[in-house]
């Protein structure tokens, strides 16, 4: 454990337990006593511009609070950007070693672990943390408290992005708004401060939200104009009709009378007038749909790089385009995990160690959290496959299939899974012996794998097909006539057992498949 107060901070700087005692935003106040305003209320063009350009200026409470509001109003981006965040947050995350790690660091980074498990709410700190995608920058601070011999985070806390400035120096730093004119720079190991950028430049502009921004306004006006459209040309005219010389009381219980059949389908009027409806004024809403969806695509191409993976297309392959618009949305997980995991090693696991005395190694040594993007592969298909491409002489790495499979390498004194008695996994008939026999006998004389597979499947598939040439032959030699044979072939291949050819061209594909895959992976120096 940490004895001394001489520590250093993830600048390299020192500094003093003893600034941990309590959280930077209790000694300002006035943080907590403000009201969010909502500069949604009455946007226009103009009065949104005026927001972006203070916060340009370095006034960034307005365009953050506008952040707010339209997430909590519009629908489509709260949905998107849920689905971005949470492809990140709920992925699986585990704190590893550096490279060659000797067994003091391994243990340094096990406990690790176990300490950020015990952490109440680790995983709504991630998920917090993801809120730098939208809107550039994400705070959350750390309160401290030592419990068991260990420092532990006590709790860990989102702070609004109206709490904070943005001071421009030799680099941008983000600051606390407090009492003086540039703010106060943040207290090492008290913060988690994620930032992520969208596109390049200061943070004020870089952000997600600053993308959103127009789109939101023009769907809003688009819904009140369809909500106005609808008002009026969505209720048939109802026209009253009173005789000459009705006075003004008659009038007003006349059109009270309009007013009342309007909202209650029912109404009395007095004897002598009349009611008459016409037929709903003609008029279209596609426009205003038009626009919104526009609006809404425009969303979802900025949040997600796509469109297909949260709406359909018209007239599109939709099955088939957003399977690959999902393979845009994979390089945004994975590029958002990478940036989330550095930050919280340099700003939660880092402390974490440094407090706990957890550093055999030094700062160049510490361990890192990351998060699992890998997507696992298809059990039934490797296990079908890879017995036969190691019977054909191909040098697999066991990490590799480990990796790809997503199955944790057992430890050395592990209760191992073991093959059952007279199991063979291996997808040639005869088992792994008669696949090495196979391999070695078409091996020397084949170029290269393709052609092994093509013998091997040959192979295979004719001792099945065989079969059914041995009947034919028979029903050939026994036919009276042409069409006595059409008969008979009819009659005895009415149910063509395929099941069993169809696996070996199943196991076929699959080993192609991984045949490919292990040759790139080689060429890359992956494998």
């Not at 935003?25 to 009201?35: C, D």
């Not at 209760?415 to 291996?426: N, V, Y």
């Amino acid at each position: 454990m940490v004895t001394s107060t001489r520590i250093l901070g993830q600048d390299g700087q020192p500094i003093r337990l003893a600034d941990l005692s309590q959280p930077q935003t209790s000694k300002v106040g006035q943080l907590r006593a403000e009201w969010q305003n909502h500069p949604a209320r009455g946007l226009t063009p103009a009065k949104l511009a005026a927001v972006l350009l203070a916060a340009e200026q370095g006034d960034l409470i307005a365009q953050y609070e506008l952040f707010e509001d339209m997430e909590e109003r519009d629908g489509h981006i709260l949905a998107e950007l849920g689905k971005r965040r949470r492809a990140v947050a709920g992925r699986p995350w585990d704190v590893v070693p550096p490279d060659d790690a000797t067994p003091q660091e391994k243990e340094a980074a096990d406990r690790l672990k176990t300490l950020l498990d015990e952490v109440d709410d680790i995983e709504g700190a991630l998920f917090d943390a993801t809120d730098a995608i939208g809107k550039g920058f994400a705070c959350q601070e750390i309160e401290w408290m030592r419990a068991d011999g260990f420092w532990r985070p006590k709790s860990i806390t989102h702070r609004p992005q109206s709490w904070f400035k943005l001071y421009r120096g030799v680099t941008q730093e983000i600051r606390l708004r407090d009492y003086s004119p540039d703010g106060a720079p943040l207290q090492p190991f008290g913060w988690i401060v994620h930032t992520h950028k969208a596109r390049s430049g200061y943070l004020e502009r870089a952000n997600l939200f600053r993308a959103l921004v127009w789109p939101y306004l023009f769907k809003n006006y688009s819904v009140g104009d369809l909500a106005e459209f609808l008002e009026i040309y969505g209720i048939p005219l109802r026209i009253g009709k009173f005789p000459s010389g009705a006075s003004d009381k008659e009038k007003m219980t006349l059109l009270q009378a309009l007013v009342n059949v309007g909202h209650n389908a029912a109404g009395i009027i007095p004897e002598g007038m009349s009611l008459d409806f016409h037929d709903t004024a003609d008029g279209d809403a596609a426009a205003f749909e038009l626009m919104m969806d526009w609006c809404e695509r425009t969303e979802s191409k900025v949040i997600l790089g796509a469109t297909l993976t949260s709406q359909a297309d018209r007239g599109s392959n939709t099955n088939a385009l957003g399977n690959v618009h999902n393979e845009v949305r994979k390089d945004l997980r994975e590029a958002d995990a990478k940036q989330i995991g550095a930050t919280l090693t340099r700003d939660l696991l880092y402390p974490l160690a440094v407090l706990n005395g957890l550093l055999p190694g030094g700062l160049r040594r510490c361990p890192r959290l990351v998060f699992d993007c890998a997507e696992n592969k298809d059990l039934t298909v490797f296990a079908s496959a890879l017995p036969g491409l190691v019977g054909m002489g191909m040098r697999i790495k066991r990490s590799w299939a480990h990796a790809e499979l997503g199955i944790p390498e057992a430890e050395d004194d592990a209760d191992l899974l073991t093959a059952a008695t007279g199991f063979s996994p291996s997808p040639f008939p005869g088992g792994q012996a008669s696949a090495r026999a196979a391999a070695r006998a078409v091996l020397p004389e084949a170029p290269d794998y393709a052609d092994a597979l093509a013998q091997a499947l040959a192979a295979r598939a004719g001792a099945i097909t065989d079969g059914w040439l041995d009947q034919i032959r028979e029903l050939v030699a026994s036919a009276e006539d042409y069409d006595d044979l059409l008969g008979r072939l009819s009659q005895q291949f009415a149910d063509l057992p395929l099941d069993a050819l169809g696996d070996v061209l199943d196991g076929a594909m699959a080993a192609s498949g991984l045949a490919g895959r292990y040759d790139t992976e080689r060429e890359t120096g992956r494998a």
